[in-house]
């Protein structure tokens, strides 16, 4: 399909319990701005897009947050996670672990490669990988 070569992917959603917490997270230990917010009273979420850019030329993370909802979310077993790159993962990890960010895989080389990566966990425990990029 020719067609497909105009396609961007443009952003991931994922559903958070507590937008506030969860732009913080994303904003203060993860270096992304917040772009845009909107609530929508009639259907009862508000939606908000961080990114590392401005989403006309860079892929961005869409938080949605239902008003309505109490109990944390069933992350599934589908999702695997979001991915960024960083210079020095060793350093983002203990700078990420003195703010008490949850990191359940500590930096260092793959198991089945040479790649360093390292997994946190965001306020809902949504997985975000880490690799180095120097």
């Given at each position: 399909?020719?067609?497909?070569?105009?396609f961007r992917f443009l952003h991931t959603m994922i559903r958070v319990l507590d937008l506030e917490k969860s732009i913080d997270?994303?904003?203060?230990?993860?270096?992304?701005?917040?772009?845009?917010?909107?609530?929508?009273?009639?259907?009862?979420?508000?939606?908000?897009?961080?990114?590392?850019?401005?989403?006309?030329?860079?892929?961005?993370?869409?938080?949605t947050h239902n008003w309505d909802q109490t109990d944390s979310y069933d992350l599934g077993n589908g999702f695997g996670h979001l991915a960024l790159g960083v210079p020095d993962i060793y350093k983002t990890c203990e700078?990420?672990?003195?703010?008490?960010?949850?990191?359940?895989r500590k930096p260092g080389p793959m198991a089945h490669g040479s790649t360093v990566?390292?997994?946190?966990?965001?306020?809902?425990?949504?997985?975000?990988?880490?690799?180095?990029?120097?």
């Open positions: 399909m020719s067609e497909n070569t105009s997270f994303y904003s203060r230990h993860l270096g992304m701005k917040l772009l845009r917010k909107n609530d929508y009273p009639s259907g009862k979420f508000t939606l908000a897009f961080l990114g590392y850019g401005d989403e006309d030329n860079n892929t961005v993370i869409e938080l700078l990420l672990e003195k703010e008490g960010v949850n990191i359940p990566i390292a997994f946190i966990e965001d306020p809902d425990g949504y997985k975000i990988e880490l690799i180095e990029k120097k």
